[in-house]
């Protein structure tokens, strides 16, 4: 489903961010990609989603090379990943409701659709009766939560988590592991960027370990 093929990223004053990263990750499967501070982590996530191109190399996604997707293609390939990002990207000024159904009213479905499709995903993450409240009011972990219901409400057939456990309390982050788990035992291809060596070791997946930009394991 994804593959790199010796991939360059390369910013100012030559740090490589990746340096001459090769791996593939197969469909329906689940990945972590670990790795200190710096190691490269989001810049994978960021090239996936094609908000950058590599410098060299080639990054394969379902056959086909997203460098060479057309700008106005962009738009489309996005909607099939659900990008859980390291810093939530939550809209503040709109409230949680709002916020998990702008992926559903940018896509222009039926708003009894929405209705329902949002009402349930806000159950399931357990914020019943405050979907008028505004992210501002949320902890850590429900804004974790908020922002995972907002990446999947499309049903993504690949899901990208950068360090969705970030700051978490052992709890909640068991709670997030466990609803990225359910999604892949349905069929989502999972990638997840963690330091959580506890957390990586205790699921028991593929890992793929970045130093530097390069996979060392
Ligand atoms: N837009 C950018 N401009 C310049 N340098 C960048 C940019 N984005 C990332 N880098 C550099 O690329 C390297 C890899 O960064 P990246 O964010 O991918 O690391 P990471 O593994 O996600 O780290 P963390 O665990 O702290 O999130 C770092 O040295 C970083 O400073
Ligand atoms: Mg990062």
Same mark, same amino acid.
């Given at each position: 489903? *994804?593959?790199?093929?010796?991939?360059? &990223?390369?910013?100012?004053?030559?740090?490589? %961010?990746?340096?001459?990263?090769?791996?593939?990750?197969? &469909?329906?499967?689940?990945?972590?990609?670990? =790795?200190?501070?710096?190691? =490269?982590?989001?810049?994978?996530?960021?090239?996936?989603? $094609? !908000?950058?191109?590599?410098?060299? =190399?080639? *990054?394969?996604? !379902?056959?086909?090379?997203?460098?060479? +997707?057309?700008?106005?293609?962009?738009?489309?390939?996005?909607?099939?990943?659900?990008?859980?990002?390291?810093?939530?990207?939550?809209?503040?000024? $709109?409230? *949680?409701?709002?916020? *998990?159904? +702008?992926?559903?009213?940018?896509?222009?479905?039926?708003? !009894?659709?929405?209705?329902?499709?949002?009402?349930?995903?806000?159950? $399931?993450?357990? +914020?019943?009766? $405050? !979907?008028?409240?505004?992210?501002?009011?949320?902890?850590?972990?429900? &804004?974790?939560?908020?922002? +995972?219901?907002?990446?999947?409400?499309?049903?993504?057939?690949?899901?990208? %988590?950068?360090?969705?456990?970030?700051?978490?309390?052992?709890?909640?982050?068991?709670?997030?592991?466990?609803?990225?788990?359910?999604?892949?035992? %349905?069929?989502?291809?999972?990638?997840?960027?963690?330091?959580?060596?506890?957390?990586?070791?205790?699921? =028991?997946?593929?890992?793929?370990?970045?130093?530097?930009? &390069?996979?060392?394991?």
């Amino acid at each position: 489903m *994804i593959k790199f093929n010796h991939v360059y &990223k390369i910013y100012e004053k030559d740090i490589k %961010a990746l340096d001459d990263l090769s791996f593939s990750v197969e &469909k329906g499967e689940f990945v972590f990609l670990t =790795g200190p501070s710096g190691a =490269g982590k989001t810049t994978v996530f960021n090239l996936l989603y $094609r !908000e950058d191109i590599p410098d060299m =190399g080639t *990054i394969l996604v !379902e056959n086909s090379d997203i460098a060479h +997707l057309a700008r106005s293609r962009v738009p489309y390939y996005r909607r099939r990943i659900g990008f859980v990002f390291q810093d939530f990207k939550l809209l503040f000024d $709109r409230s *949680i409701f709002d916020n *998990i159904a +702008l992926p559903l009213v940018l896509t222009s479905t039926a708003p !009894e659709f929405i209705y329902k499709t949002v009402n349930d995903a806000i159950k $399931r993450i357990g +914020l019943e009766g $405050r !979907e008028d409240v505004d992210p501002w009011h949320l902890s850590g972990g429900e &804004k974790q939560k908020v922002a +995972l219901a907002r990446a999947v409400i499309l049903n993504p057939p690949f899901i990208m %988590a950068d360090e969705p456990t970030g700051n978490l309390d052992e709890e909640n982050a068991w709670q997030i592991m466990t609803m990225l788990d359910e999604l892949n035992r %349905a069929g989502t291809t999972v990638m997840v960027a963690s330091h959580n060596r506890d957390i990586v070791t205790r699921m =028991g997946k593929r890992v793929i370990r970045l130093e530097r930009g &390069k996979a060392v394991e």
